[in-house]
């Protein structure tokens, strides 16, 4: 069955900030780079995601935003399940690649994965990966809003995320190893 989004009507007739004000205003807000996958009978897809964050630990419940014009739209919403694998400071081309305007076999090519419970495709050197299933979605503007039950977690042995500020990929060192004082 495929996913009904509900309607929050929010943008007032004339905004008050322009679409270019808003976009250089977030360019200066950092954020952690993610891969979002899916797969299932709609296909596997993924696409490039900063817009993603924590709403709860009860039940653990990640949000991301997908823009409804992303060619990964429709596999995402049918498959009702993805994957978000956060980056580390080695995937920089990966995000390139994932960003848009490839086709999505390449986009896999350029890298190993495996599926997790879901059957979503989990990068094998992500940060971290979140397995979740699309437990509701709802239209703001442009974007679906995806609220996702995470069902499984990977990884989380890495200590260097890559971080987009300035519309540019930046690469985070690790932390110094903590002082014996
Ligand atoms: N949340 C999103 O949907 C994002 C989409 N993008 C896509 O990547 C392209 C390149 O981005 P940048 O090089 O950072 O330059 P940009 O000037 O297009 O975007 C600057 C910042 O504005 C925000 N943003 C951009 N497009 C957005 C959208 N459609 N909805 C909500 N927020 C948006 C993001 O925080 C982005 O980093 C964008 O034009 C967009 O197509 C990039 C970042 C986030
Ligand atoms: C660093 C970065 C972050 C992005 N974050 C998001 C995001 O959070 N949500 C979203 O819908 N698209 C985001 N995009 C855009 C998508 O990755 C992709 O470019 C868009 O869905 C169009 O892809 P397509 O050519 O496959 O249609 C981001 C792109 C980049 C480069």
Same mark, same amino acid.
């Given at each position: ?5 509900s ?5 007032p007739?004339t905004?008050? !900030?322009?679409m270019?004000?808003?976009r250089?205003?977030?360019?200066r807000l950092?954020?952690? !780079?993610t ?5 299932g009978a709609a296909? /596997?897809?993924g ?6 964050c924590? !709403? ?6 990640l949000?991301?935003c ?8 429709a ?5 009702r ?5 956060v980056?580390?400071?080695?995937h920089?081309a ?6 848009g305007r490839?086709? /999505?076999p390449?986009?896999?090519a350029?890298?190993?994965?495996h ?5 979503a495709?989990a990068?094998?050197?992500?940060? !971290?990966?979140?397995?979740?299933r +699309?437990?509701?979605?709802s239209h703001?503007?442009t974007?679906d809003l995806? +609220?996702?039950e995470?069902i ?6 890495g200590?260097?995320?890559?971080l ?7 690469a985070?060192a ?6 014996e004082?």
């Open positions: 069955m495929r996913l009904t989004a309607r929050i009507d929010i943008s007739p905004p008050a !900030v322009s270019t004000d808003y250089d205003a977030m360019a950092a954020a952690a !780079v891969i979002v996958t899916t797969d296909g /596997m897809a696409f490039a995601a900063t817009a993603v924590s !709403v709860t630990d009860s039940p653990p419940t949000l991301v997908l823009n409804r014009s992303s060619s990964a739209h596999a995402v919403t049918a498959n399940v993805l994957c978000v694998n980056l580390d400071n080695r920089a990966l995000g390139n690649l994932f960003g490839t086709p /999505m390449e986009r896999f350029a890298a190993a994965w599926p997790l419970a879901t059957g495709p990068l094998d050197e992500a940060l !971290v990966s979140f397995d979740c +699309i437990a509701s979605a703001v503007g974007h995806l +609220i996702c995470v499984a977690i990977d990884g989380g042995t200590a260097r995320p890559l987009y500020f300035q519309r540019n990929y930046h985070i690790a932390p110094p190893p903590a002082s004082h």
